[in-house]
């Protein structure tokens, strides 16, 4: 039987120190944002994990209140400074919000590409598009978002944007990846877990890593941080992919 339970007695790690385990367990990815108030936390967990800047990748996030162009330059500099660094590896508008600004996310996203271009932002990309907002940024932009980072997990599949951002490639990310744990007792992701010998965790982790999708799972659990890392010595078949694909039948969003 694999272990489900017994994480929770563990004492949870302050930001900064879970961002250094986590990047110490092997992770070369942290995603955080403005809106999540943990920048500067980043920033001082890559410090002490002592690395090289360069090798870890750095997500970030324009806040939903800062899509005016001067909102935005100054949301930019904001998050370099909190995360005591001169660049970010990739940044995101947050949200498309069509109800604010106009909905003129097409010139937050033109000055993205200034950020893009001067180098301070390595790469740009978008989160929580939906193919009317994708559409639209294409009819005003040439630069395609690098990413596109929506809620994806078993109960709720996204296939429709997951579709669009493949046809135009853009990386799909899956935030909230294991549904805030909502997942972890289904049947059918419990059983495929006792037959590999894996937590439920593991398996929807990596049914997320063989359909192509990015993951970045949070936690800030010690014995969560290091299991969620341990994704690459087994393998689910293809019915067993299904299955959790089919699990979507029982569909919701954590938001
Ligand atoms: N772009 C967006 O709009 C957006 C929205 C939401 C999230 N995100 C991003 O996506 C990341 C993940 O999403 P999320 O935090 O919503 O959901 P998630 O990663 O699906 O779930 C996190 C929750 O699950 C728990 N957990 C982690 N590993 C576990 C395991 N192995 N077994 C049991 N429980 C486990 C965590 O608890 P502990 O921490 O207590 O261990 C936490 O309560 C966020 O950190 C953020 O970077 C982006």
Known sequence: MATHTGFQQQRPFAR?????SALEV???????????????????GIRDAGLERGAVF???????GYHRPDDARRAFDATLSALGSDYVDLFLIHWPLPTLYHGDFVSTWNVLEEFAKD????SIGVSNFQVAHLDRLADGSQTVPAVNQIEV??????????????????????????????????PVITRIAD?????PAQVVLRWHIQRGDIVFPKSVTPERIRANFELFDFEVDDTDMEAISDTASRSFSVR
């Not at 092997?26 to 001082?44: C, F, S």
């Not at 037959?195 to 937590?199: F, L």
């Open 195 to 199: 037959v590999h010998g894996k937590t």
């Open 153 to 186: 997990h078993p109960y709720f599949g996204n296939e429709q944007v997951r579709s669009y951002d493949h046809t135009h490639r853009i990386a799909t990310e899956a935030w909230s990846p294991i549904a805030q744990g909502k997942v972890l007792d289904d």
């Open 58 to 64: 750095v997500t970030s996030k324009l806040n939903n």
């Open 26 to 44: 092997g992770y070369r990815h942290i995603d955080t944002a403005e809106m999540y108030g943990n920048e500067k936390e980043v920033g001082q």
């Open 16 to 20: 900064s120190a879970a961002v250094r």
């Open 119 to 122: 180098g301070r932002a390595r």
